[in-house]
């Protein structure tokens, strides 16, 4: 019988929602602030990135795309003073202006692990493997734009608006080719290797001591083969 219409496919819209959620998960925990996004989903025709500051990710492996986030002054001021704070530096040690290199780094940083977060989850849910490069931030005047190519065949792309805790607002972009996964067999999305399974299993290595209980039973085996 075929089981077609029970298939689970996940298009560009999963992906899309998959990465807002990446987003909010990472900066609302980082900033200690709620992050959300729209509800509506607008479709564009090419990725840009606009002032004040734009950050970009190409990642390549299972599908390829682009990920584009760009920045209000006020939106990434917001979010840098805050999660610098939650991490105890105080208020006198902060940048002053968003067009400083400290800004941009910690910008960075954040969407390192907001990719980072996203893969993972790409691995999980979709059972492929994408890899990214290192975020790129770039300080833009506001009269310039700058649009951003990769090599997409049937290439889509999406934009959604976020809103930081103080209402302030930043605008993801998604340009990726055109795909479909279709689940054929049933797997636990959810399921996280754990740690510490991975290092019991993995415990005893070369010039390691392996336990007496092993030891003795080889030790037994041995004799017994020579007669003992």
Same mark, same amino acid.
């Given at each position: 019988?075929?089981?077609?219409?029970?298939?689970?496919?996940?298009?560009?819209?999963?992906?899309?929602?998959?990465?807002?959620?990446?987003?909010?998960?990472?900066?609302?925990?980082?900033?200690?602030?709620?992050?959300?996004?729209?509800?509506?989903?607008?479709?564009?025709?090419?990725?840009?990135?606009?002032?004040?500051?734009?950050?970009?990710?190409?990642?390549?492996?299972? #599908?390829?795309?682009?990920?584009?986030?760009? &920045?209000?002054?006020?939106? !990434?001021?917001?979010?840098? /003073?805050?999660?610098? $704070? %939650?991490?105890?530096?105080?208020?006198?040690?902060?940048?002053?202006?968003?067009?400083?290199?400290?800004?941009?780094?910690?910008?960075?940083?954040?969407?390192?692990?907001?990719?980072?977060?996203?893969?993972?989850?790409?691995?999980?849910?979709?059972?492929?493997?994408?890899?990214?490069?290192?975020?790129?931030?770039?300080?833009?005047?506001?009269?310039?734009?700058?649009?951003?190519?990769?090599?997409?065949?049937?290439?889509?792309?999406?934009?959604?608006? #976020?809103?930081?805790?103080?209402?302030?607002? &930043?605008?993801?972009?998604? !340009?990726?080719?055109?795909? /479909?996964?279709?689940? $054929? %067999?049933?797997?636990?999305?959810?399921?996280?290797?754990?740690?510490?399974?991975?290092?019991?299993?993995?415990?005893?290595?070369?010039?390691?001591?392996?336990?007496?209980?092993?030891?003795?039973?080889?030790?037994?085996?041995?004799?017994?083969?020579?007669?003992?």
């Amino acid at each position: 019988m075929s089981t077609q219409d029970n298939n689970v496919v996940f298009g560009t819209e999963g992906l899309l929602r998959s990465l807002c959620d990446s987003v909010s998960k990472v900066l609302t925990l980082a900033t200690h602030s709620g992050i959300r996004y729209s509800g509506m989903v607008q479709r564009i025709t090419k990725t840009c990135l606009k002032p004040d500051i734009g950050c970009f990710v190409l990642f390549d492996g299972g #599908f390829s795309g682009l990920v584009v986030i760009n &920045f209000s002054a006020q939106a !990434a001021m917001e979010l840098y /003073e805050k999660y610098l $704070l %939650n991490m105890g530096m105080s208020k006198s040690d902060l940048a002053s202006s968003y067009t400083s290199d400290e800004v941009s780094n910690v910008m960075g940083e954040l969407m390192n692990q907001i990719v980072g977060d996203f893969t993972g989850k790409v691995g999980r849910e979709l059972q492929t493997h994408i890899t990214q490069n290192q975020p790129k931030m770039l300080v833009l005047n506001k009269q310039v734009i700058l649009s951003v190519d990769t090599n997409l065949d049937n290439p889509e792309a999406r934009r959604v608006t #976020f809103y930081t805790g103080q209402n302030n607002i &930043f605008y993801l972009e998604l !340009a990726v080719d055109r795909a /479909e996964f279709i689940k $054929l %067999n049933d797997f636990d999305a959810n399921e996280v290797p754990d740690p510490d399974e991975l290092l019991a299993q993995n415990r005893y290595t070369d010039g390691e001591v392996r336990p007496a209980a092993v030891a003795d039973s080889e030790q037994d085996e041995l004799l017994k083969s020579l007669g003992m």
